[in-house]
Structures are given as C-alpha cells and as structure tokens.
C-alpha cells in the first residue's frame, strides 16, 4: 500500500519570507498529488495538485514541485503572511479507480509577524 | 457551485450512546463521498466511501458504519460508542477519482 511521509511537523517562517513544505510517497505508481491546508477546527481546504506527467505546477502564491525519480512532493508558498497558519496535509492517490487518498500526518505552518 | 454541509458541528456523547452524523452536498449529481476520521494531530483515516446508492466500501472495520439513503446524504452511524470513537468526522465528496472537497466536520467527543 502507499505511505506519505512528514519531513518535518512543524515549521516557523517570517511574514513576508518563503516556506516550502515537504512531503515524501511509497508508491511508483502513484499518478496524482494533492495538498490541502486545514485550519483550526475547520475541514481541510484543497489549495493545489498535480498529476504525475507533471514536475511542476504554479498557483496564487503557491507552487508544487514533483520529483517522481525520488518520490518527493513540495509546496512552496511565496510571501508568505499571517492567514497561511495552517496545518498543510499533502495526500496521494494511488492509481485511477483506488477512491483512496493517502494523507500525510501534516506541517504545521507558523508565521511569525 | 458545490457546497458540502455536516451536522452536527460538534456533539458530546456517553459511551454507549449511539450515534447519526449527516453530511449533505448540493450542486452536484451522483458524487463520490467519503467520511473521514482525524485524531488529534494526526493525518486523515478513510472509513467509508460510496460511489453511488446503496453503495459502501469500509476501508477500516470498527463499530462504525454508512448509509448513503439518497444520491447526495451520506451519513456515519454507530449503534454504541466507544472511547476510541472521539475525533474530527469529515465528509468529502469528488466528482471523479481526484480532487476530494471536504465538509466543516464534526468534532465528536464520547465521555
């Protein structure tokens, strides 16, 4: 089966500088990546994915870098501000038809004023 | 566009007690959906899905189980709760095998 691993479960940043959160999958087979951000006592929020055919894929503030050779996944979000405190979750899908998304144990993103 | 609605948001229960959680979507027709549980600082645990009426797959056996009564209601039940059952219920749906949309959830606590 797939396990996603943590590389680190929390993570401190200035406002205004870079964060890039890190998340790392078993499975070769694995064709399509998602990560969500989740505040307190709130559901998870889809915020960006990318497919396997793809290394990288950009969106508001944010970027997903996808390296299938070593079966890592980053989001990187760009200026970071206060509103990004969240925990960030990245999950993975297995292969078309699994229904199951495999979820990683999540970062927890503090931005420091 | 879709929303996705959960009730209750939070309940207190003894150990025991049953239980109903109701999750609902609108703006959309026949979608997958999921209910997931959360414990505390840990990643997200696939209990049920549904691809359709009547459908249900269980991902993980417990004293936990689904219904899904109509094309877009899909609701958690348990007949006695356990301590163990305490944590965040989220329902998602996706309208193919790939982006999930997730509920509000319920943050259950079993006393």
């Known amino acids: 089966g797939e396990s996603v691993g943590l590389h680190l479960p929390t993570l401190s940043v200035q406002e205004g500088d870079n964060s890039i959160i890190n998340c790392a999958y078993s499975?070769?087979?694995?064709?399509?990546f998602i990560w969500y951000k989740q505040e307190s006592g709130k559901g998870p929020q889809f915020i960006i994915d990318?497919?396997?055919?793809?290394d990288k894929r950009q969106g508001q503030r944010v970027t997903v870098l996808l390296n299938k050779t070593v079966k890592h996944l980053s989001l990187q979000i760009a200026a970071t501000q206060p509103g990004d405190s969240a925990v960030y979750f990245c999950?993975?899908?297995?292969?078309?038809?699994?229904?199951?998304?495999?979820f990683g144990k999540g970062t927890k993103l503090s931005v420091i004023p | 566009s879709q929303t996705i609605h959960q009730w209750p948001a939070t309940l207190v229960q003894p150990v025991g007690s049953p239980l109903s959680l109701e999750c609902t979507v609108e703006?959309?027709?026949?979608?997958?959906l999921y209910w997931y549980r959360q414990a505390a600082g840990r990643g997200l645990q696939l209990l049920f899905y549904s691809v359709g009426i009547g459908q249900i797959s269980s991902e993980v056996p417990q004293n936990l189980s689904a219904s899904r009564p109509q094309d877009r209601q899909f609701i958690l039940s348990s007949k006695k709760l356990l301590l163990s059952d305490s944590g965040f219920y989220l329902c998602?749906?996706?309208?193919?095998?790939?982006?999930?949309?997730f509920g509000p959830g319920t943050r259950l606590t079993v006393t």
């Open positions: 499975n070769s087979a694995s064709d399509y």
């Open positions: 998602a749906w996706s309208a193919t095998d790939y982006e999930q949309y």
């Open positions: 999950a993975v899908y297995s292969g078309a038809g699994s229904y199951q998304l495999t």
């Open positions: 703006g959309t027709s026949n979608p997958n």
């Open positions: 990318i497919r396997s055919n793809m």
